[in-house]
C-alpha cells in the first residue's frame, strides 16, 4: 500500500498543471469558494489516493466525514492533526484524545511527506459544497459534446429543406400551368408532342450509352467492393459493453492511477494483459463507493456503487464484514484489440525500446468512459508509422553499430523504423 501510495502521489505531481486544465468551469469556481487558496483538484487526488481508505466526505467510515472539516477545526491544528496525529494525541492535545477515543482509538497514520500546500490543497478540496448543480452543469457539458451536437437540429433544417423544395416545385407547376394559358389565350401554337418511343427502348437501342452504363456500373461496384473487403477485420472504434462498468477516464485521468500500474506487463512482455481483480482489490478493499461528485448526468452514484459491488461478488468480498467469502466469480473482459495469429506485435519493443506512449496508438484513454479501439490497427497503420518514426538508437549499444552502417547507406542522420528494417515482411509475420 505504501509503496503504491508514493507511486501515485508521484503521477499526481507530475500531472498537476494538465488535470488543472482539465477540470473545466465548475471545478474552479467551487475554487474560489473555498476558505484556503487550495487547489481543489489536486487535493481531490491526494484525499483520493491518501486518506479516501478511510474517510468519505460525507457519512462515517474507519475515520469521520471530512466535509467541512476546515470550519470544525483551527487551520493549524488540522496541519499538525494530519501530518502527525499520534504525536498530537501522546502531547495530551484535548480535541485529538476526545476524537481519537470517539474513534475507538483507532491510529490515523501520520503523513510527513505531505507539505503545507498538499494539505491546504486536501482541505480546500473537503471545503467544497455538495456538488448537486454543478454535477448538472459537467454532465450537460459532456453530454452535448458526445451527442455530436444534438440531431433535433439536423432535423429541423433536413425539414426546411424539404419544405423548401416542395414550394418550388408547387410554383413552378403553377408557372408553367399559367404560361400554358396565356399561350394558348394568345393564339400561340403549342408544338404538339410527338409520339415517343419508350426510354428503356431508346436506351436498349444506343448501344454507346449502354455500354458508358455499364462501365460506370462495374466501376462504381469495384469501389464499393473494394471498400468492403478493406474494412474486413477493421473494427476501429469497437467499443464493447464490459461486464463491469470500468472507466479509465475515472481511474486513470481523474485519480491519475498510471497505467503500468494495472498493465503492468506492457513494458517487460509482449501483451499489456488486463490486471487481475487482485490488483482492483488493493484499492477497492477500502473504495466501496465513489464520492457524490465522481456522478454525472448519465451515470449515477448508484451506478457507480453498484459497478464496484460487480466487483465484490466477483472476488467473493463481503464489505460488511470485510472478509473474502470464497465464493467467486471470474469476470469475463472483453476483449477489444486483437491482431490476426499471423501478425506479430509486441509491447514492450514498442513501449520500452522504442519509447512510445500508450496515448500514440490507443488514443486519449484517460479521458475514456469506456474503453474503444481508437487506431485502425491494419497493416498500413503499422507501416506507415515505421515509415515515419526515427529509432532511437542513444545509448544502444547494437543500435549504434547498426545505425552507423545503415546511415552511412541511405545517407542520412537519422533512420526510420523502415530503413533499420521495420517493413520487411517476416519482422511482423511468422
Ligand atoms: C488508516 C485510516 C486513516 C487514513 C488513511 C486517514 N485517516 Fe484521518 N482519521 C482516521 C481516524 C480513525 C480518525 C479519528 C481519530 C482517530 O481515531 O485517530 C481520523 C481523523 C481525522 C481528522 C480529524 C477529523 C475531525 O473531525 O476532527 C482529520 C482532519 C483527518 N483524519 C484527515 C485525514 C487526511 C487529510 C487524510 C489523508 C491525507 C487521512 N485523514 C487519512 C483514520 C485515517
Ligand atoms: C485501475 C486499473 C487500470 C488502469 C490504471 C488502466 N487500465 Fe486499461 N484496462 C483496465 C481494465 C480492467 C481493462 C478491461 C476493461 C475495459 O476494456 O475497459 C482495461 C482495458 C484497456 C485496453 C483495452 C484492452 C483490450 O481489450 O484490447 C487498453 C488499450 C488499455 N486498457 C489501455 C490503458 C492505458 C493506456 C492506461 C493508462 C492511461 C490504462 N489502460 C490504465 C484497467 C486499467
Ligand atoms: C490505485 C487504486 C485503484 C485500483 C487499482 C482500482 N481502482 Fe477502481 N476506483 C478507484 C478510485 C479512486 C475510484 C473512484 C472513487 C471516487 O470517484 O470516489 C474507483 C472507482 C471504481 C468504480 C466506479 C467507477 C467506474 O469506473 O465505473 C469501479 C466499477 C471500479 N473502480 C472498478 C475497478 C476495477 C474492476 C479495478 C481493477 C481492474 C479497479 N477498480 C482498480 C481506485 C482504484
Ligand atoms: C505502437 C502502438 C502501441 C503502443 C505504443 C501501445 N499499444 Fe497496446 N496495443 C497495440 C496493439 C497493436 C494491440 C493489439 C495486440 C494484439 O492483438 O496482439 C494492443 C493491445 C493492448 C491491450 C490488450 C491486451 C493485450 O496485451 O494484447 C492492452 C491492455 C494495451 N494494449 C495496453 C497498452 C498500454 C498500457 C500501453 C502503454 C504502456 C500500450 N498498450 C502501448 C498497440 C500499442
Ligand atoms: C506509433 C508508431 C508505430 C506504430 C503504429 C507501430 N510501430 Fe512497430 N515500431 C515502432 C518503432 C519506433 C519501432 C522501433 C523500436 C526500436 O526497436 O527502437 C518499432 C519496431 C517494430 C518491430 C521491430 C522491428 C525490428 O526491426 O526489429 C516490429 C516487429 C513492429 N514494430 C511491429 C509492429 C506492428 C505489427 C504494428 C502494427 C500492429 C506496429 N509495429 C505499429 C513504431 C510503431
Ligand atoms: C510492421 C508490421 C508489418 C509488416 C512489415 C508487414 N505486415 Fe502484413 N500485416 C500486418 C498486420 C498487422 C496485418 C493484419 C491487418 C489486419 O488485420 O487488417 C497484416 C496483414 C497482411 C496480409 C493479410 C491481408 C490484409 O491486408 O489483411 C497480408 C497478405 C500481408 N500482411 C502481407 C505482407 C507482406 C507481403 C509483407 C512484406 C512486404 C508484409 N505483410 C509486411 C503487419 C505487417
Redesign the pocket.
Given at each position: 500500500m505504501a509503496q503504491q501510495d508514493s507511486e501515485l502521489a508521484k503521477g499526481e505531481q507530475q500531472g498537476t498543471s494538465e488535470r488543472q486544465g482539465d477540470v473545466a468551469g465548475p471545478e474552479e469556481a467551487s475554487v474560489e469558494a473555498t476558505p484556503e487558496d487550495g487547489d481543489a483538484a489536486a487535493g481531490k487526488a491526494l484525499f483520493n489516493s491518501l486518506c479516501a481508505a478511510c474517510h468519505k466526505l460525507d457519512g462515517n467510515s474507519i475515520g469521520p466525514p471530512l466535509r467541512g472539516v476546515a470550519e470544525r477545526r483551527e487551520n493549524d491544528w488540522l496541519h499538525s492533526w494530519i501530518s502527525n496525529s499520534a504525536a498530537m494525541i501522546a502531547a495530551g492535545d484535548e480535541t485529538a484524545v476526545e476524537i481519537y477515543n470517539e474513534y475507538n482509538q483507532t491510529a490515523m497514520p501520520p503523513f510527513p511527506q505531505l507539505s503545507d500546500e498538499d494539505i491546504d490543497n486536501i482541505l480546500a478540496y473537503t471545503s467544497q459544497p455538495k456538488a448537486v448543480p454543478q454535477e448538472q452543469q459537467a454532465g450537460g457539458g459532456e453530454g452535448a459534446a458526445a451527442g455530436g451536437g444534438g440531431g433535433v437540429s439536423t432535423d429541423i433544417i433536413l425539414g426546411i429543406l424539404a419544405f423548401v423544395l416542395l414550394m418550388l416545385l408547387a410554383i413552378l407547376f403553377l408557372v408553367n400551368r399559367t404560361l400554358r394559358r396565356f399561350a394558348t389565350a394568345s393564339g400561340v401554337q403549342l408544338p404538339e408532342k410527338p409520339k415517343r418511343t419508350p426510354i428503356w427502348k431508346s436506351f436498349v437501342e444506343n448501344q454507346f450509352l449502354v455500354l458508358t452504363s455499364a462501365v460506370v456500373l462495374l466501376l462504381v461496384g469495384a469501389y464499393f467492393f473494394y471498400g468492403f473487403v478493406m474494412q474486413v477485420?477493421?473494427d476501429q472504434g469497437y467499443q464493447p459493453i464490459q461486464p463491469i462498468h470500468f472507466s479509465h477516464k475515472i481511474h486513470a485521468g481523474d485519480n491519475q492511477i498510471e497505467c503500468k500500474f494495472c498493465h503492468s506487463s506492457a513494458r517487460v512482455s509482449k501483451t499489456s494483459g488486463i490486471p487481475s481483480l487482485n490488483v482492483c482489490m488493493n484499492c477497492h478493499k477500502s473504495i466501496g463507493e465513489v464520492a457524490d461528485d465522481t456522478a454525472t448526468d448519465e451515470y449515477s452514484k448508484e451506478f457507480y456503487d453498484g459497478e464496484i459491488a460487480k466487483l465484490y461478488d466477483a472476488v467473493g468480498w463481503d464489505p460488511a464484514s470485510q472478509s473474502y467469502t470464497g465464493e467467486t466469480e471470474p469476470v469475463k473482459w472483453v476483449r477489444i484489440h486483437n491482431?490476426?495469429d499471423f501478425?506479430y506485435f509486441n509491447h514492450s519493443q514498442h513501449v520500452e525500446v522504442g519509447g512510445i506512449a500508450c496515448q500514440t496508438c490507443h488514443g486519449p484513454v484517460e479521458e475514456m468512459e469506456i474503453m474503444y479501439q481508437n487506431a485502425p490497427?491494419?497493416?498500413g497503420w503499422?507501416?506507415n508509422c515505421?515509415r515515419e518514426t526515427n529509432v532511437r538508437t542513444a545509448g544502444n549499444e547494437y543500435y549504434e553499430k547498426v545505425h552507423e552502417e545503415l546511415s552511412k547507406k541511405y545517407e542520412v542522420e537519422e533512420l526510420t523504423v523502415a530503413q533499420m528494417g521495420?517493413?520487411?515482411?517476416m519482422?511482423?509475420?511468422y
Open positions: 477485420g477493421v491482431l490476426p501478425a490497427l491494419t497493416m503499422c507501416v515505421h521495420g517493413i520487411e515482411c519482422k511482423c509475420h
